[in-house]
């Protein structure tokens, strides 16, 4: 998508300019034409009635689905935290209550109150004989990153026909759960300043590129209001 082209063309031009820096080569302005802007993207959030649809649901005789609804709500319980963060915490990181883990993306750390929400979908699953929390990576004979990507791609297949069961019409995938989080908090006036700290975000502008627009059903009714007045 244009986004991520964006996105690793910006890393490549980051590596340009150390390079003329350093007078490794001259400068030849070979991005001057090149877009690397943020586009706006499609909202994949879901407003918290859906989340209640999709964590009512009884799928104790489909295990695959079972697991991947309970791994999207792990995310979002998690604040929205990525996959392959999820996949990577170790059972070291939850001590006195909390999780405290860097995010492999940014090297951020953050700090999640460990939730009884959270404790009971780890219950729900053997103890993982490896050194990871969640079930996900179990067995660490193994290339660990197609591992966590393999199990990333069945959960996302799984959610779709999750989404059918409780007619989302958007893709629903693990990214959804950390889009929902932040449109959730914002939904409950938590300022955007916290909804960035809590995502990890470098700045705010990215956590904006996150957040649902507000309802229009919401701006109407301050139109109305306004046009009332006069």
């Known amino acids: 998508s244009p986004n991520t082209i964006s996105f690793y063309t910006r890393i490549l031009r980051a590596v340009y300019h150390r390079a003329v820096e350093e007078d490794i080569i ?23 009635p859906t989340i209640k649809k999709i964590k009512a649901l009884d799928l104790s005789l489909s295990p695959p689905l079972d697991y991947a609804r309970d791994m999207f709500l792990m995310s979002f319980y998690l604040r929205g935290m990525s996959f392959i963060d999820m996949a990577y915490l170790k059972k070291t990181d939850l001590k006195n209550g909390s999780v405290v883990y860097r995010r492999r993306k940014t090297g951020q750390q953050l ?14 699953y053997p103890d993982n004989p490896t050194q990871y929390l969640l079930p996900i990576i179990k067995t660490e004979s193994i290339n660990e990153r197609c591992a966590y990507r393999n199990i990333g791609y069945n959960i996302n297949h799984n959610l779709k026909k999750i989404a059918g069961m409780v007619r989302i019409n958007i893709p629903l995938t693990m990214y959804v759960a950390r889009h929902s989080w932040a449109s959730a908090a914002k939904a409950k006036g938590i300022p955007l300043s916290v909804i960035s700290e809590g995502m990890g975000h470098d700045s705010e502008a990215t956590t904006q590129i996150y957040l649902a627009s507000l309802d229009t059903s919401v701006v109407d009714k ?3 209001l306004i046009l009332k007045s006069l």
């Open 26 to 48: 001259e400068n030849r302005n070979p991005f001057r034409h090149v877009y690397t802007g943020v586009d706006k993207t499609i909202k994949r959030a879901l407003p918290l």
């Open 222 to 224: 301050a139109n109305s």
């Open 111 to 124: 700090t999640i109150a460990w939730a009884p929400e959270m404790q009971a979908i780890l219950d729900k």
